[in-house]
């Protein structure tokens, strides 16, 4: 798993101890069930199937561990998800959101460097923070991303994010240390830049551009893959670009360009 993961299963672990007062080797089904009632309201059903699943895992440890002989987690259903749309940017909107960035200084230059390579590549935002200078292929225009598991993967990069990038290596701050010498995205403090600073960056440039919708980082990588099924590419090759394990995961940005398509139709028909 990811670190990103491990980090959130660790952390669910650690609530539902302190929920129990330090000791959850006793804890029951009941037990169980009124720590995900009690988190019903503040997170989604998503997070919560989250939540059940880590505490499946920690009590399948402690089985293992001979702490008990039960997992109580067996005796709940993990919530109903549905299925999932997630919020996508039309082109007029990613635009919007780039050309609202002030570049008259190094950190607008960056932004809107780190925009272009989330929207022309793909990025997670994690792969983002983590891309190093020597993952870049200019010449080539390719840029090879390391993503969930280690998994590596070879995503061509458009002229527009290139040149971005270009510009803001000339600009770029010294690093802080020799360990981020080959760190592309960096902070004031010549330190790697955290995945906050960016969500935070993008959640103010679409306030500046007027675009209203809650997007995160990962709305550009849903828009960039939106778009190029959209535009006619094919389901394998999108794949390949979003190191997607599984082809299911991809299907559902077909589900997005038929949900657009169907609210057109329904706008347009002549007995709405």
């Not at 840029?143 to 995503?155: A, S, T």
């Not at 994010?161 to 510009?167: D, K, Q, T, V, Y």
């Amino acid at each position: 798993m990811s670190p990103n993961t491990v980090a959130a299963y660790v952390s669910d672990a650690e609530n539902f101890v302190t929920f129990c007062g330090g000791d959850a080797s006793g804890a029951d089904s009941t037990v169980v069930g009124d720590y995900l009632a009690s988190r019903a309201e503040s997170v989604s059903k998503r997070s919560q199937a989250r939540i059940l699943s880590s505490l499946r895992s920690f009590f399948d440890w402690m089985i293992l561990e001979g702490t008990r002989r039960d997992n109580p987690c067996d005796a709940l259903e993990t919530p109903k998800l549905g299925k999932y749309l997630p919020e996508v940017l039309s082109v007029e909107e990613v635009l919007a959101i780039m050309e609202s960035v002030d570049t008259s200084d190094w950190k607008g230059v960056r932004d809107r460097a780190i925009l272009e390579m989330l929207y022309g590549c793909g990025l997670r935002v994690s792969e983002l923070c983590n891309l190093r200078i020597s993952q870049v292929y200019e010449k080539e225009s390719f840029v090879r991303v390391i993503g969930k598991g280690d998994k590596e993967r070879l995503v061509p990069v458009a002229g527009p994010a290139l040149e971005c990038f270009a510009a803001y290596m000339e600009v770029r701050p010294c690093p802080a240390g020799p360990e981020y010498d080959d760190t592309v995205f960096l902070n004031r403090f010549g330190k790697p830049l955290s995945r906050v600073s960016v969500f935070n960056m993008i959640k103010e440039q679409a306030l500046l551009a007027g675009v209203r919708k809650k997007i995160s980082p990962h709305t550009f990588r849903h828009s960039f893959a939106t778009h190029l099924i959209e535009n006619g590419a094919d389901l394998r090759v999108v794949q390949e670009m979003l190191g997607h394990e599984s082809i299911l995961t991809t299907e559902i940005y077909t589900h997005i360009n038929t949900a657009t398509w169907q609210a057109a139709v329904l706008e347009h028909h002549p007995r709405r």
